[in-house]
């Protein structure tokens, strides 16, 4: 197996630090990135930078300036860039009026404008390598749209479009487009979640009032009945990688719970999607 050199984001917790151990650990050269490595990350991204082949990188993926140093830093040691994980993310909560304008902006900044940023910045070097890999996390509420994490939802359907399309744009230029949806998993990111900043309408929302609280002890039933593990999801990460070129599946659904529903809607939508492009003169886009 041939070193390769992948580049995670949001790697201070969660599905990014368990990624980013499991890679590193098969040989592969690292590069963990997350925001403020000498404030409130300081211990997380020492103990990183302790392990082999982990080098961490202090990045705001919404800073332009930010995520072009940091990639410019790989190109110059490395020369190449084999792998992106797109994995940093951040979720709310509440009822979908609540949130302001400026609140959906910084949602998709992170969740869907932060990962085109770094595609961009690596899709010409795949290409000119014929060969590469872009994982984007995504997540189950990017196939559903549920009440009350809409908002949310959103930025994950705009970032799985973005991904199908540009799974079969470069696939035939040797580069692949994958998407791994996680189900519900006890992670940091699941006990920080944001909430609209609009709290004047809350109110309003009384006679379905009770429906969140449901849908936490749903997701607390699912923790401990099922158990998941996020290490599932770092699992999930590096089968994609050591697939071969071509023969990666567009989306991986990583959800010990929901997951089946997720894989017949997912099924579903892919039988259709073929006959889609079949019709509009796409088909050799499928081989």
């Known amino acids: 197996m041939s070193k390769k050199v992948v580049l995670i984001t949001g790697t201070n917790s969660g599905f990014g630090w368990l990624t980013a151990n499991s890679v590193a650990a098969l040989g592969h050269k690292v590069y963990a990135t997350m925001r403020d490595t000498k404030g409130k990350n300081a211990d997380k991204a020492t103990a990183l930078e302790q392990i082999e082949n982990i080098t961490v990188l202090d990045v705001s993926l919404t800073n332009e300036t930010s995520v072009k140093n940091a990639f410019d830093t790989i190109i110059a040691t490395e020369g190449r860039i084999d792998v992106l994980v797109n994995n940093a993310g951040i979720s709310m909560f509440g009822v979908a009026e609540s949130s302001t304008t400026e609140d959906v902006q910084n949602m998709f900044d992170v969740n869907f404008i932060a990962p085109w940023r770094l595609m961009k910045l690596a899709l010409p070097f795949m290409r000119k390598q014929s060969e590469g890999l872009i994982i984007n996390v995504s997540s189950g509420w990017g ?84 158990k998941p593990n996020p290490q599932d999801v770092a699992d999930a990460v590096v089968k994609l990688i050591n697939l071969p070129k071509g023969q990666r599946p567009l989306r991986t659904v990583v959800d010990p719970s929901t997951g089946e529903i997720i894989e017949t809607a997912n099924e579903a939508v892919k039988v259709e999607y073929e006959k889609v492009l079949t019709a509009y003169g796409m088909k050799e886009l499928l081989a």
């Open 143 to 226: 196939r559903f749209s549920a009440p009350f994490t809409v908002v949310y939802g959103a930025s994950k359907f705009a970032l799985e479009g973005l991904s199908e399309g540009l799974h079969y744009e470069v696939r035939p230029l040797g580069v692949d487009v994958a998407i791994i949806q996680p189900g519900a998993f006890p992670t940091e990111m699941s006990q920080k979640i944001q909430t609209g900043s609009d709290t004047s309408v809350v109110e309003d929302y009384k006679a379905i009032a009770d429906v969140p609280n449901k849908l936490f002890a749903a997701i607390g039933q699912i923790f401990e009945t099922e």
